[in-house]
Protein backbone atom coordinates (compact mmCIF):
# COMPACT_ATOMS: atom_id res chain seq x y z
CA UNK A 1 0.00 0.00 0.00
CA UNK A 2 0.94 3.51 -0.25
CA UNK A 3 3.26 4.84 2.37
CA UNK A 4 4.73 8.30 3.66
CA UNK A 5 7.54 8.17 5.27
CA UNK A 6 8.25 11.39 7.99
CA UNK A 7 11.43 12.51 9.97
CA UNK A 8 11.86 12.82 12.43
CA UNK A 9 9.73 11.30 14.47
CA UNK A 10 10.61 13.61 17.41
CA UNK A 11 12.73 16.70 17.47
CA UNK A 12 13.95 18.87 20.66
CA UNK A 13 15.39 22.25 20.02
CA UNK A 14 16.12 25.39 21.18
CA UNK A 15 14.29 28.70 20.92
CA UNK A 16 15.69 30.46 17.88
CA UNK A 17 16.67 27.78 16.15
CA UNK A 18 14.68 26.15 12.63
CA UNK A 19 13.94 22.93 12.72
CA UNK A 20 12.92 20.84 9.33
CA UNK A 21 10.57 17.92 8.56
CA UNK A 22 10.85 15.52 5.92
CA UNK A 23 8.13 13.44 3.74
CA UNK A 24 8.21 11.16 1.60
CA UNK A 25 6.00 9.09 -0.59
CA UNK A 26 7.63 5.86 -0.87
CA UNK A 27 5.99 3.84 -3.77
CA UNK A 28 3.89 6.48 -5.14
CA UNK A 29 3.96 10.25 -6.54
CA UNK A 30 2.56 12.76 -4.25
CA UNK A 31 1.90 15.81 -6.42
CA UNK A 32 0.25 17.40 -3.67
CA UNK A 33 0.81 17.03 0.50
CA UNK A 34 -0.85 18.50 2.97
CA UNK A 35 0.57 19.83 6.21
CA UNK A 36 -1.42 19.47 9.64
CA UNK A 37 -0.61 20.46 13.28
CA UNK A 38 -2.14 18.99 15.96
CA UNK A 39 -2.43 19.72 19.75
CA UNK A 40 -3.08 17.63 22.46
CA UNK A 41 -6.33 15.54 21.82
CA UNK A 42 -6.91 17.47 19.16
CA UNK A 43 -7.94 17.15 15.67
CA UNK A 44 -6.01 17.98 13.05
CA UNK A 45 -5.75 21.50 11.88
CA UNK A 46 -4.72 22.05 7.78
CA UNK A 47 -1.63 24.07 7.77
CA UNK A 48 -0.48 24.47 4.64
CA UNK A 49 -0.75 22.37 0.52
CA UNK A 50 1.67 21.65 -0.97
CA UNK A 51 2.43 20.88 -4.87
CA UNK A 52 5.52 19.86 -6.58
CA UNK A 53 7.26 22.55 -8.23
CA UNK A 54 4.97 25.63 -7.00
CA UNK A 55 4.36 27.65 -4.01
CA UNK A 56 2.53 25.96 -0.99
CA UNK A 57 -0.96 27.28 -0.39
CA UNK A 58 -0.91 28.79 3.67
CA UNK A 59 -4.52 28.46 5.38
CA UNK A 60 -5.62 31.80 6.93
CA UNK A 61 -3.63 32.38 9.80
CA UNK A 62 -0.53 30.37 9.22
CA UNK A 63 2.80 32.65 8.83
CA UNK A 64 4.72 31.66 5.27
CA UNK A 65 7.51 32.84 6.38
CA UNK A 66 7.59 31.13 9.58
CA UNK A 67 6.82 27.79 8.12
CA UNK A 68 8.58 27.27 5.36
CA UNK A 69 7.70 24.34 2.69
CA UNK A 70 9.21 23.23 -0.41
CA UNK A 71 8.18 20.21 -2.45
CA UNK A 72 11.01 20.15 -5.40
CA UNK A 73 10.27 16.50 -6.06
CA UNK A 74 7.27 14.10 -6.65
CA UNK A 75 8.08 11.99 -3.26
CA UNK A 76 9.77 14.67 -0.93
CA UNK A 77 7.99 17.54 0.75
CA UNK A 78 9.80 19.34 3.51
CA UNK A 79 8.26 21.56 6.41
CA UNK A 80 10.70 24.21 8.09
CA UNK A 81 9.96 25.69 11.30
CA UNK A 82 12.03 28.50 11.61
CA UNK A 83 12.98 30.75 14.37
CA UNK A 84 10.98 27.89 16.58
CA UNK A 85 9.70 29.53 19.98
CA UNK A 86 7.83 27.16 22.24
CA UNK A 87 4.27 27.80 21.48
CA UNK A 88 5.27 25.89 17.82
CA UNK A 89 5.23 23.16 19.95
CA UNK A 90 3.17 20.43 18.44
CA UNK A 91 2.67 17.40 16.25
CA UNK A 92 3.06 17.80 13.02
CA UNK A 93 1.67 15.52 10.08
CA UNK A 94 2.24 15.27 6.38
CA UNK A 95 -0.55 13.50 4.18
CA UNK A 96 -0.85 12.58 0.73
CA UNK A 97 -3.53 11.06 -1.92
CA UNK A 98 -2.87 7.68 -3.52
CA UNK A 99 -5.71 7.26 -6.18
CA UNK A 100 -4.91 3.85 -5.45
CA UNK A 101 -6.39 4.16 -1.22
CA UNK A 102 -9.61 5.12 -3.61
CA UNK A 103 -9.77 9.17 -2.41
CA UNK A 104 -8.11 7.70 1.02
CA UNK A 105 -5.43 9.71 2.24
CA UNK A 106 -1.65 8.01 3.59
CA UNK A 107 -0.35 10.00 6.43
CA UNK A 108 2.82 10.31 7.47
CA UNK A 109 3.75 9.16 11.20
CA UNK A 110 4.38 12.19 12.48
CA UNK A 111 7.14 14.99 14.02
CA UNK A 112 6.78 16.02 17.89
CA UNK A 113 8.16 19.11 18.26
CA UNK A 114 9.44 20.43 21.71
CA UNK A 115 11.02 23.85 21.44
CA UNK A 116 13.14 24.53 24.68
CA UNK B 1 -15.33 27.93 5.81
CA UNK B 2 -17.17 24.06 5.79
CA UNK B 3 -16.73 23.02 9.06
CA UNK B 4 -18.04 18.83 10.47
CA UNK B 5 -19.42 18.56 13.73
CA UNK B 6 -18.34 15.26 15.40
CA UNK B 7 -19.93 14.04 18.41
CA UNK B 8 -19.78 13.10 21.15
CA UNK B 9 -16.34 14.54 21.56
CA UNK B 10 -15.66 11.91 24.61
CA UNK B 11 -16.53 8.38 24.82
CA UNK B 12 -16.21 5.77 28.04
CA UNK B 13 -17.47 2.73 27.27
CA UNK B 14 -17.42 -0.88 28.77
CA UNK B 15 -16.28 -3.25 26.78
CA UNK B 16 -19.10 -5.22 25.12
CA UNK B 17 -20.97 -2.18 24.95
CA UNK B 18 -21.74 -0.70 21.81
CA UNK B 19 -21.66 3.06 20.40
CA UNK B 20 -21.52 5.64 17.88
CA UNK B 21 -20.17 8.46 16.49
CA UNK B 22 -21.81 11.07 14.28
CA UNK B 23 -20.48 13.63 11.96
CA UNK B 24 -22.81 16.41 10.43
CA UNK B 25 -22.43 18.87 8.06
CA UNK B 26 -24.28 21.92 6.43
CA UNK B 27 -22.06 21.45 3.39
CA UNK B 28 -22.00 18.57 1.10
CA UNK B 29 -18.83 16.33 0.72
CA UNK B 30 -17.58 14.29 -2.24
CA UNK B 31 -16.40 11.67 -0.30
CA UNK B 32 -15.81 11.00 3.59
CA UNK B 33 -13.29 9.26 5.50
CA UNK B 34 -12.89 8.04 8.86
CA UNK B 35 -9.63 7.81 10.56
CA UNK B 36 -8.58 6.09 13.91
CA UNK B 37 -5.37 7.77 15.17
CA UNK B 38 -3.32 6.34 18.00
CA UNK B 39 -1.26 8.63 20.32
CA UNK B 40 2.04 9.69 18.70
CA UNK B 41 0.95 8.37 15.28
CA UNK B 42 -0.76 9.33 12.02
CA UNK B 43 -4.34 8.87 11.51
CA UNK B 44 -5.02 5.55 9.62
CA UNK B 45 -7.81 5.31 7.13
CA UNK B 46 -10.73 2.97 8.31
CA UNK B 47 -13.17 3.58 5.34
CA UNK B 48 -14.27 5.80 2.73
CA UNK B 49 -17.69 5.79 1.74
CA UNK B 50 -18.16 8.14 -1.60
CA UNK B 51 -22.18 7.39 -2.88
CA UNK B 52 -25.33 8.70 -0.87
CA UNK B 53 -26.61 6.09 1.17
CA UNK B 54 -24.01 3.78 1.10
CA UNK B 55 -23.19 1.84 4.11
CA UNK B 56 -20.00 0.03 4.77
CA UNK B 57 -18.61 -3.01 7.22
CA UNK B 58 -15.59 -3.54 8.32
CA UNK B 59 -15.44 -6.12 11.03
CA UNK B 60 -17.62 -4.88 13.66
CA UNK B 61 -17.54 -1.22 12.70
CA UNK B 62 -20.50 -0.04 10.34
CA UNK B 63 -20.45 3.30 8.61
CA UNK B 64 -23.23 4.95 6.61
CA UNK B 65 -22.82 7.67 4.46
CA UNK B 66 -25.75 10.00 4.77
CA UNK B 67 -28.10 10.15 1.44
CA UNK B 68 -27.54 14.07 1.12
CA UNK B 69 -24.08 13.77 1.74
CA UNK B 70 -23.40 16.13 4.44
CA UNK B 71 -23.87 13.50 7.41
CA UNK B 72 -22.15 10.00 8.07
CA UNK B 73 -21.87 7.92 11.26
CA UNK B 74 -19.59 5.14 13.01
CA UNK B 75 -21.10 2.62 15.03
CA UNK B 76 -18.78 0.18 17.02
CA UNK B 77 -20.63 -3.35 18.14
CA UNK B 78 -18.98 -5.30 21.03
CA UNK B 79 -16.27 -2.72 21.61
CA UNK B 80 -13.08 -4.35 22.32
CA UNK B 81 -10.32 -2.32 24.53
CA UNK B 82 -8.17 -2.36 21.02
CA UNK B 83 -10.96 0.26 19.61
CA UNK B 84 -9.31 2.87 22.29
CA UNK B 85 -7.71 5.89 19.89
CA UNK B 86 -8.70 8.79 18.33
CA UNK B 87 -11.72 8.44 15.82
CA UNK B 88 -11.89 11.21 12.95
CA UNK B 89 -14.07 11.83 10.53
CA UNK B 90 -12.85 13.80 7.33
CA UNK B 91 -14.93 15.39 4.45
CA UNK B 92 -13.31 15.89 1.03
CA UNK B 93 -14.61 18.36 -1.68
CA UNK B 94 -13.53 18.45 -4.66
CA UNK B 95 -13.73 15.97 -8.06
CA UNK B 96 -10.05 14.94 -7.85
CA UNK B 97 -7.71 12.88 -5.75
CA UNK B 98 -5.88 16.23 -4.55
CA UNK B 99 -8.88 18.20 -2.34
CA UNK B 100 -8.46 19.41 0.64
CA UNK B 101 -9.81 17.20 3.71
CA UNK B 102 -11.86 19.01 6.30
CA UNK B 103 -11.36 17.23 9.72
CA UNK B 104 -14.08 16.60 12.65
CA UNK B 105 -13.38 17.45 16.01
CA UNK B 106 -12.48 13.90 16.77
CA UNK B 107 -14.18 11.54 19.16
CA UNK B 108 -11.78 9.80 22.14
CA UNK B 109 -12.98 6.75 22.70
CA UNK B 110 -12.05 4.81 25.70
CA UNK B 111 -13.04 1.49 26.28
CA UNK B 112 -12.52 -0.17 29.91
CA UNK B 113 -12.19 -3.76 30.33
Known amino acids: GAVVSQHPSRVICKSGTSVKIECRSL??????MFWYRQFPKQSLMLMAT?????????EQGVEKDKFLINHASLTLSTLTVTSAHPEDSSFYIC????????????FGSGTRLTVV | TQLLEQSPQFLSIQEGENLTVYCNSSSVFSSLQWYRQEPGEGPVLLVTVVTGGEVKKLKRLTFQFGDARKDSSLHITAAQTGDTGLYLCAGRTGGTSYGKLTFGQGTILTVHP
Open chain 1, 95 to 106: SSSDRRANYGYT
Open chain 1, 27 to 32: DFQATT
Open chain 1, 50 to 58: SNEGSKATY
